[in-house]
């Protein structure tokens, strides 16, 4: 029985990565990104999450590593908090409560006690550069309210902020000026370049700023794609400034390597360029990054370089540039056309990524799978340009075919219109193209649906256009006399008196089609393809449209641009209930009778679940958020829930995912985010599935069995066990220590392994096992050691117990036990 607490909305993954710099590790191990109310940890070898940071209760605006210990990491939020975290165990270590929305995290490592962060003055575009000296305490929440500002009226993005110079000065950047703020004079310096109002400096505006780290200089990114190196700016008259310029549109970003003998900028080129030596004509390349670029960040080490890229991506690049590693979100497209589908076979997220390809995207994971090139040519990056746009898209027969619509209409009279239908391959796993279809209606297609029924002979896909029809296409073999071939050809075309089909939806064991004509929605038999019947509310054009399931197969749904909700009972014939609803999005549960739909209103958006066979709501919730939600889906779960409450069934089956008009991805869940997304690394414990080596034993989880006398006979030979070492403190706290506090494994293998070693003596009685003269000896000899190995092992063993299994010990249990008396526990004590 799950414990039932109330349901609420919560980011379920598919946050910018590209929001904020990513930042690294000391050694080059790990990169820390933002990622909407988490900071997310991955390995920069394998590209994996290794820890998910989770603490802050709204957006997290920047992170930077504790200048002081460079195994934790600061962060900041909206909700105006600082957290420091340990990294390495994913543990949060203390909050400091500023107390006002924070915009932007800094760090200097001669300012151990205090962080720099910009905080807004009230004003919406009125920005500080504030310190904040964060006291230290025992605590592990303080309040840190002494704030001293630096500067005034700044940009808000961090890229217009940078400290040079180990801290001796803080430059910003803004609009036409850039100002310069001395720590130790504390004095400022402003700069100002020529106005937009002259044409030839039209595009002078400041873009970003970075600092060298040893020398005094300051280099700018333009609008224009030029960059600007500043020096002798302790002086307003004497300054100077050399230009380099190779981007041709504005620089997004720009960043000093450690020892600043190299500049690296990036821009809307998806070129990383390096400017060695800051020279013109000493520059190097990295291509086709594939978007743009607008962050670039260093690691401490020198060994790596990082690019954020505007189609939420981060890009790994080793010091001779070169890409190794590349860590990819939830693309977010300029709109998504096709909504959210879920791929029968992989379980994955399916949606519009980047332009022309369909992105796979597993919510287990929170990361892209793959791309599929659907329109299959070189995308130009040109604002002025008319692109090919993927609008539709529908997955059938259990995954094994993808329908997909394509257009571009330049005029009104140049449409371009071009179904491909592609089916799965196993042996690339992957989908391959199957049937190529140009102009399959006159006008734009509406939408498209498979006939996913379970006992349907043929596959069978339908396609509704505003040129008045609806086409039924049908698997066929169309290739030799062998019919090894298939291909998807007309079988049908229906309309309905010239008016424009909007949606179209079969139910769910196939029989019955549901075509939309505007306010008219007809039924056709699957079949024979003939008219049954109509229903018209005379409510406004139908925007959704859909059967219920299982027990409620016989309620036809759909939604009006009017904002009602129709119910129509196919056995009667009949209206069987409406209602007034804005309903932007409607989703049936594939495993239930529940139907999702989300209304919006003045204030936000609100859901309301129900069966169609009882008007009254099953659960209703609103403001789930403010803005308006453009599309849905339901999740099958692997594994059900067991809720009992009529609130919380509708969760049972499966999880409703929404996305927002900014392209949030949203769901609803009983369980907080710290429940539901724990590392897997705090989970992880030496249990079951160590394999049977001595330091296995050291746990004590399992005892060796009981065996007859031949078996430990066969075994006396084989892997010394080490018994009863379940409960030394030692051994516990040497298995669940952070490795990095250990001591050198060097250091502990000696001990261990001298400790496996049996003595000379013992080695002696193992030569001579027929004498048992010597063995008797040896018994008299080895007495006082028995007594004092007990002695050793009462403390954490049953006295009784152990006397008992003594007594029951057979002869050659007994032989075997010798081998213990001499092993040596030292090297536990050492630790």
Not at 293 to 308: K, M, N, R, W, Y
Not at 594 to 602: D, L, P, R, V, Y
Not at 760 to 769: F, L
């Amino acid at each position: 029985m799950v414990e039932e607490e109330g349901i609420r909305v919560v980011r379920c993954g598919g946050s910018e990565l590209n929001f904020r710099r990513a930042v690294f590790s000391a050694d080059s191990k790990y990169i820390f990104c933002v990622s909407g109310d988490f900071i997310k940890v991955y390995s920069t070898a394998t590209e994996e999450c290794v820890h998910i940071l989770q603490g802050h209760r709204n957006l997290v605006t920047g992170i930077q590593l504790n200048p002081s210990n460079h195994l934790q990491l600061y962060s900041c939020s909206a909700d105006g908090t600082i957290k420091l975290w340990d990294y390495i165990d994913g543990i949060l270590i203390k909050t400091f409560r500023v107390g006002c929305e924070l915009h932007a995290l800094f760090t200097l490592s001669c300012a151990e006690d205090s962080v720099f962060v910009m905080i807004n003055k009230g004003k919406p575009d009125v920005f500080q550069l504030a310190s904040v000296k964060l006291p230290k305490s025992s605590s592990q929440e303080i309040e840190a309210k002494e704030l001293s500002f630096v500067l005034d009226y700044v940009n808000q993005s961090p890229k217009c902020i940078a400290f040079g110079n180990e801290g001796e000065y803080v430059a910003a950047v803004r609009d036409f000026y850039l100002s310069v703020y001395f720590f130790k004079k504390k004095t400022t310096t402003r700069f100002t370049l020529s106005s937009s109002r002259n044409k030839k400096h039209a595009r002078n505006n400041f873009t970003c700023v970075a600092c060298h780290p040893k020398e005094d200089c300051i280099a700018t990114g333009h609008k224009d794609g030029k960059i600007r190196l500043w020096r002798n700016f302790d002086d307003e008259k004497k300054y100077t400034y050399t230009c380099l310029h190779w981007h041709h549109d504005l620089v997004m970003d720009l960043a000093f390597s450690v020892t600043g003998s190299s500049l690296l900028s990036g821009g809307r080129e998806s070129v990383l360029v390096e400017w060695r030596e800051a020279a013109e004509k000493n520059k190097e390349f990295l291509p086709r990054l594939g978007a743009t670029i607008e962050h670039i960040s260093v690691s401490p080490a020198g060994d790596l370089f990082c690019t954020s890229h505007s189609d939420n991506k981060i890009t790994i690049i080793h010091r001779n540039l070169e890409a190794s590693a590349v860590i990819q979100g939830l693309v977010k497209d300029r709109s998504i056309f096709t909504g959210l589908m879920i791929d029968p076979r992989t379980k994955a997220l399916v949606l519009n990524g980047k332009p022309g390809h369909l992105q796979f995207y597993s919510l287990q994971s929170d990361k892209q799978l793959y791309n599929l090139d659907i329109i299959q040519q070189e995308y130009i990056n040109d604002s002025g340009l008319i692109q090919i746009e993927l609008t539709k898209a529908a997955f059938g027969c259990y995954g094994n075919w993808l329908a997909t619509v394509e257009q571009r209409q330049e005029k009104e009279t140049e449409l371009e219109l071009q179904m491909k239908i592609w089916m799965y391959n196993k042996k690339t796993q992957g989908f391959v193209l199957n049937t190529k279809v140009n102009m399959p209606h006159e006008d734009h297609i509406t939408a498209l649906c498979f006939c996913n029924a379970e006992k349907s002979e043929s596959s069978t896909l339908v396609t509704a256009s505003k040129d008045g029809h609806f086409k039924v296409w049908i698997l066929t073999d169309d290739s030799d006399i062998y019919k090894k071939a298939v291909g998807w050809t007309c079988d049908f075309v229906g309309s309905y008196h010239k008016y424009q089909a909007t949606n179209c939806c079969f139910s769910e064991d196939g029989s019955l089609l549901a075509v939309s004509f505007e306010e008219i929605v007809t039924i056709w038999d699957s079949e024979t393809w003939e008219l049954k019947c109509t229903f018209c509310q005379r409510a406004g054009k139908i925007r959704h449209l859909c059967f219920g399931r299982l027990t409620c197969s016989k309620y036809l749904l759909g939604v009006t641009e009017n904002g009602i909700l129709c119910c129509w009972n196919l056995l009667s014939c009949a209206l069987e209930w409406s209602t007034k609803l804005n309903v932007r999005v409607m989703e049936p549960d594939p495993n239930s009778e529940n139907i999702a739909a989300i209304t919006q209103s003045s204030v936000g958006s609100d859901l309301f679940v129900f069966k169609p066979s009882e008007p009254r709501p099953l659960y209703i919730q609103k403001n789930i958020c403010r803005e308006e939600v453009l599309w849905g889906v339901f999740v099958p779960r692997d594994v059900p829930e067991s809720f009992t409450s009529e609130a919380h069934q509708w969760l049972n089956r499966s999880q409703f995912y929404f996305l927002t008009k900014s392209q949030s991805l949203l769901t609803f869940s009983t369980q907080s985010p710290e429940e539901k997304l724990t590392p897997t690394s705090k989970q992880l414990l030496a249990e079951e599935s160590l394999p049977t080596t001595p330091f296995y034993f050291l746990l004590g989880k399992h005892r060796q069995q009981q065996q007859n006398d031949k078996l430990n006979e066969a075994l006396e030979n084989e892997l010394v066990q080490l018994p009863l070492t379940e409960n030394i403190p030692a051994i516990s706290e040497l298995l669940h220590t952070p490795a990095h506090v250990l001591p050198s494994a060097s250091f502990l293998c000696s001990m261990f392994v001298n400790s496996l070693l049996l003595s000379t003596e013992t080695k002696s009685a193992e030569e001579n096992p027929d004498d048992v003269d010597m063995e008797e000896e040896k018994e008299s000899d080895d007495s006082d050691e028995e007594n004092n190995f007990t002695e050793k092992i009462q403390d954490t063993n049953n006295t009784d117990l152990e006397e008992d299994i003594i007594h029951q010990l057979s002869k050659s249990e007994e032989k075997e036990l010798k081998k213990f008396r001499k092993v040596d526990y030292s090297w536990i004590a050492a630790l």
